[in-house]
């Protein structure tokens, strides 16, 4: 890997279009589409939120991928003392959501699965890794408040609010927590590990999910669930695998025997920045500083045609009526199915078939 961290406000898949000549329409109306509904939410929900308490969104309007059938995923995100405030914030959200409405559409409240839609404390998403305690509904909140989550409050103010301080304590655990942050000697750059593993664990727990979730649900919007787990349920993973490997071989992240809490708090503002970006710019940014911009170009072409899809009111309906029995006959389902089949041949190429740094990252910690 070359020097340097992603920069969270550089628009990476924008600048490779302009530079490459592309066009990805719904990419960029879906990006465009969500910061304008993340200004709504903050002008409309803001005043639910406090010192202690942020308004966060996750899904996709957290990664810029906003379409007409999204759902508006939410979570409050409490870091302070109980209050019995903090309910009727919470029920004020869900209240007033649904009676807002983005270029003349009403706003879908989320799934009823119980991980969206209600308060989440820091106590357990930063002190529950792992063990009984770290439930499905705690470890996936914690993951994606690392890989797709978005706080509804003014950024550009200096008080970092209730989301940036319990990440940057998720951070310090698995940083803290890894002795391969604390052995002795220099030897370069170092792969923060246990982040890793639970990176990895929540992309296994979200396929085993998808089977429970077809036999609780008996195969309803199975069609429509199983290409988004294929694309952008898939997409999301890399992201965070590939955050994960800036860390290798980064000259910039050298580890230097003696300076063990220096270094830790470089990698932790280095996590930041990618925790600050969206899944799309950590894929093309680390591809790009791979040299291999040509199959950037091409997993975007191909994404392109999903977001396109599922943006097709019709289509996405139709997708949501197919059960189980019937997807192997429909055009549709087949379209998006070979859709999600070129883009993991070209992840397939990128991670295992070019000699490269993701390859040697690849082989050597991704799989064992």
């Known amino acids: 890997m070359p020097n340097g961290s992603i920069d969270p406000e550089v628009e990476y898949v924008a600048d490779l279009a302009r ?3 592309a066009s990805w329409p719904t990419i960029a109306a879906s990006s465009t589409d969500a910061g304008a509904l ?16 942020d308004l966060v969104v996750f899904g996709s309007l957290a990664r810029r991928e906003w379409t007409s059938g ?5 979570t409050l995100l409490i870091d302070g003392q109980a209050n019995t405030d903090h309910r009727q914030s919470a029920r004020g959200v869900k209240e007033r959501l649904p009676t807002l ?13 119980g991980v969206f839609g209600s308060m989440a404390f820091s106590h357990e998403i930063v002190n529950h890794i792992g063990g009984q305690a770290d439930s499905n509904n705690n470890m996936t909140r914690r993951i994606l408040l690392l890989l ?16 940036e301080r319990i990440v940057r304590q998720v951070l310090n655990r698995y940083l803290s927590s890894d002795s391969n942050f604390h ?10 590990r246990f982040l890793l593993n639970d990176i990895v664990r929540y992309w296994r727990t979200m396929c085993v999910d998808f089977a429970y979730k077809d036999w609780e649900q008996a195969g309803r919007k199975w069609a429509l669930r199983n290409i988004k787990l294929r694309t952008s349920r898939k997409l999301l993973f890399v992201s965070g695998l590939f955050t994960a490997f800036s860390c290798f071989e980064n000259e910039g992240l050298r580890h230097n025997a003696g300076a063990t809490a220096d270094y830790m708090l470089k990698l932790q503002g280095h996590l930041l920045n990618f ?15 791979c040299g291999l911009e040509d199959h950037c170009v091409r997993l975007l072409d191909y994404y392109e045609q ?21 997807v192997y006959d429909d055009p549709h389902f087949m379209h998006c199915r070979e859709i999600s089949h070129d883009i993991q041949g070209v992840l397939r190429e990128v991670c295992f078939g070019i000699d490269s740094p993701l390859k040697e990252f690849t082989l050597e910690y991704g799989v064992f």
Do not use: C, M
Request: charged share 30%; net charge negative; no cysteine.
């Open 19 to 21: 530079r490459r000549g």
């Open 38 to 53: 993340q200004g709504l939410l903050y002008d409309e929900l803001s005043r639910f939120t406090s010192d202690d308490v």
């Open 70 to 74: 999204s759902d508006v995923d939410w």
């Open 101 to 113: 409405r983005y270029k003349n559409l009403e706003l879908k409240a989320p799934g009823g699965e």
């Open 148 to 163: 797709e989550a978005a706080p509804i409050r003014n950024l550009s103010s200096d008080n970092i609010g209730p989301f």
């Open 183 to 192: 052995s002795r000697g220099d030897d370069g750059s170092r792969i923060p």
């Open 275 to 289: 925790v600050r970006s969206t899944p799309l710019d950590v894929v093309v940014w680390t591809l790009q500083s």
């Open 306 to 326: 999903f977001l396109s899809l599922i943006n097709d009111e019709d289509v996405r309906a139709h997708l949501e009526s197919l059960n189980q029995g019937e």
